[in-house]
């Protein structure tokens, strides 16, 4: 069974930094694209940013400059790295990925991990 786990959340202040991690596992045969979605409280999840498995990547407007998507192939990694950090980018963040398995194409997603910007 497939799942992506994400690390690294919690309470930071504004202008600060954090790292966040997704781990895919299972039986995974092939990773495509992978992204981090958010969601604020009473509001859509929306794009943040995401990676294609030869590196090409593509962010929100919101977080262009301040927030960096990469990937390990190997360890079927994504990580975000989200500097100058503002309250606005309080939420919930996602990890998405397609990825082939034994059951074929599909779109994963993790349960989210919590990021708060306050002072």
């Known amino acids: 069974q497939v799942q992506l786990v994400e690390s690294g959340g919690g309470l930071v202040q504004p202008g600060g930094s954090l790292r966040l991690s997704c781990a895919a596992s299972g039986s995974i045969f092939s990773i495509n694209t992978m992204g981090w979605y958010r969601q604020a409280p009473g509001k859509q999840r929306d794009l943040v940013a995401t990676?294609?498995?030869?590196?090409?990547?593509n962010y929100a407007d919101s977080v262009k400059g301040r927030f960096t998507i990469s990937r390990d192939n190997a360890k079927n990694t994504v990580y975000l790295q989200m500097n100058s950090l503002k309250p606005e980018d309080t939420a919930v963040y996602y990890c998405?990925?397609?990825?082939?398995?034994?059951?074929?194409?599909?779109?994963?997603w993790g349960k989210g991990t919590l990021v708060t910007v306050s002072s």
């Open positions: 990676i294609t498995r030869g590196g090409s990547t």
């Open positions: 998405n990925a397609g990825l082939i398995s034994h059951t074929g194409f599909m779109y994963y």
